[in-house]
């Protein structure tokens, strides 16, 4: 097959988790055969088009507007440009798909104008970030969302619980929503022992404390204040030994102030952005990520936890319980319940005979459930459903 696929952000433009899913997907389909071309964003220094890993990466110049919203017409009308040049100079191409409302009016508009069947992935969906839609900004992305979903042959979500908020949000037939898991490359996680393990450890700890980790984005959304609100307890049931380290970008003033206020000011590390190079060193030293969303299409961070090979505790919300098996993989805690977050940290950190068994078991699911290649196999048949018809 031949595959036109668009996507308003691919490596090294990473604005969330998109990125990733686009970079790791694709190969593993050229892999199987097909010939995949990629239109997405400039950015900074990377070329407009390059090779990588056998995919096609065609990447457009888009001028800025007014806003963020102006922004995206402009990237569909300059996506949807290239994408018809390319049509026309390349010749036909079996399918487009399209990542997300952000690309939808050009996707749309190539599927309408060449005839050519379209298939959507849909990360996240606005109502579900907000738990409704309250404003019309949120109302034009929802529509937008509609629009895409309506218009595909086949839609894919990255989890059971997407299928139901799309049935929800957009009233799409479920028998038209596919599920295909996220993956990871565990293999990418390597240990590197030539480091000053102890140094690091010492940055962020004393020897005597265990080490609790969030990374992600610093959003409402991810339910950070409930695990400042847990550590007062963890606290105390540790007699002290234990420190929290909030990475990620984003303005963490509200969460800091949180901190102090709960008087656990001196037990809180806030590092902000981390590169991949220091969090890959930083996981070696720590002893429980957790991540205690409360909105979660899928969690690819408790993916890249397992790799990492540091025990899991998350929140119930989304697709987390689908990725996370609960008390096999991980613990599974009740979403913004702070007492039920600090007992599933607590299982872990006074149990750590029981956390490498979380830890081997999480490992294992990631070459068996959360597998590229065999998430690409699922993505192919997919469109052979669009092709048949």
Known sequence: MRILVLTWEFPPRIVGGIARHVAELYPELVKLGHEIHLITVEFGQAPGYEEVEGVCVHRVPVAWGNDFFHWIVNMNDSMGYYGGKLIAEEGPFDLIHAHDWLVADAAIALKHLFKIPLVA????????????????????????????????????????????????????????????????????KHRNPHFDYQGLRRRYAQDSEKIVYYVGRITHEKGVSILLNAASRIIGEMNGHVKFVIIGGGNSDKLKHQAWHLGIWHKCFFTGFMSEEDLDKFQTIADCAVFPSLYEPFGIVALESFAARVPVVVSDTGGFPEVVRHTKTGIVTYTNNADSLAWGILEVLKNPGYAQWLIDNAYEDLKTRFNWFKLAQQTEAVYGLVLQK
């Not at 929802?142 to 139901?164: D, F, H, T």
Request: aromatic share 12%.
């Open 121 to 188: 992935t849909i990360h996240a969906t606005e109502y579900g970030r907000y738990n409704g839609i309250y404003t019309n900004e949120q109302r034009y992305i929802c529509s937008k969302e509609g629009n895409l979903v309506y218009n595909a042959w086949r839609v894919i979500v990255c989890s059971g619980y997407m299928r139901q908020e799309l049935q929800r949000a957009l009233g799409t037939p479920p028998d038209k929503v596919d599920v295909v898991y996220n993956g990871i490359r565990a293999e990418k």
